[in-house]
């Protein structure tokens, strides 16, 4: 059965982008998921995908920073979907080095270094501008989704989280440039949007877990905001199909929290 829409999903292989993934897929999308390394784990998504929601799913590996793997992604939409494509979701990232410091170094710096902060820049910026240049070129008028995914802290809509500079510089110009897409690409009727989670229970979480404890976490980082509680990939995912849907055709330029009311503050 081959689904007559198509989303590229990077970072689609777990965490928050699988559940974007199984929305979309349930949504009747076929699907192009782009992961860092884990083969294994990929194959196992576009298995379970494809026998859950009867959709085509293709995995493509590669560091989504850098060039040669957003080539690649488009490569296997050109070849398996006719280069056409409804909606793209920059999903990906990791943290340079492992977690932020939790502290400034020695001279009260919170800045990690040139090395840092070009493979941020790589991871959002840039690599969101790679896309949705090529993305464009695929999608129809009218029929056409864009969605970026950013954090807490990098808008006006909340605090700057200081040990999350050197990632939250790059996603604040990635909310940027959703606005300027949107603005841009409005007269086509395609539209651009930027959603920020927050609390969402997936392995990203672990590290800190593990440094901090899991009962710490809960009470000092979930149980102290808005709901107060986890979400679910799949919670997460289910607004980004929205935006990625006829439901939403008139949202456009939107940098929409995700976070059971985090942004409100304590």
Same mark, same amino acid.
């Given at each position: #059965? ?5 989303? !590229? ?89 492992? !977690?932020? =410091? ?11 270094? @040139? ?13 969101? &501008? ?8 695929? #999608? ?33 110009? #990635? ?11 409005? =007269?086509?009727? &395609? ?13 990203? @979480?672990?590290? #800190? ?23 679910? =990939? ?33």
């Amino acid at each position: #059965m081959s689904h007559s829409k198509t989303a !590229l999903v990077t970072g689609g292989t777990r965490g928050i982008g699988y559940g974007i993934a199984e929305e979309l897929a349930s949504a009747g999308y076929d699907l192009v998921l782009g992961y860092r390394r884990n083969q294994e784990r990929a194959q196992d998504t576009k298995g379970n995908l494809e026998k859950t929601y009867k959709t085509r799913a293709f995995v493509v590996g590669g560091g989504a920073e850098e060039e040669a793997t957003v080539d690649a992604y488009f490569s296997c939409i050109d070849e398996n979907f006719g280069g056409k494509l409804t909606a793209l979701v920059h999903n990906a990232g990791s943290f340079w080095g492992g !977690l932020p =410091p939790s502290r400034p170094d020695a001279n009260g710096s919170w800045f990690q270094g @040139w090395e840092a902060y070009e493979y941020y820049q790589g991871m959002y910026p840039k690599c969101f &501008i790679r896309l949705v240049e090529k993305a464009v070129t695929r #999608m129809e008028d009218e029929r056409g989704y864009i969605v970026g995914v950013s954090s807490p802290g990098c808008n006006n809509s909340g605090g700057p989280h200081l040990n999350h500079v050197m990632p939250g510089i790059s996603k604040s110009s #990635m909310e940027y440039l959703v606005r300027h897409y949107a603005k841009q690409l409005a =007269p086509r009727r &395609i539209t651009c949007n930027v959603i920020i989670p927050e609390f969402t229970k997936t392995e990203a @979480w672990d590290p #800190m877990i593990e440094k901090l404890g899991a009962s710490r976490v809960e009470d000092f980082f979930v149980k102290s905001y808005g709901m107060k509680r986890w979400s679910s =990939p799949r919670e997460v995912g289910g607004v980004v199909a929205f935006l990625c849907s006829e439901k939403a055709a008139f949202v456009t330029g939107v940098c929409l929290p995700v976070d059971g009311g985090f942004h409100l503050g304590k």
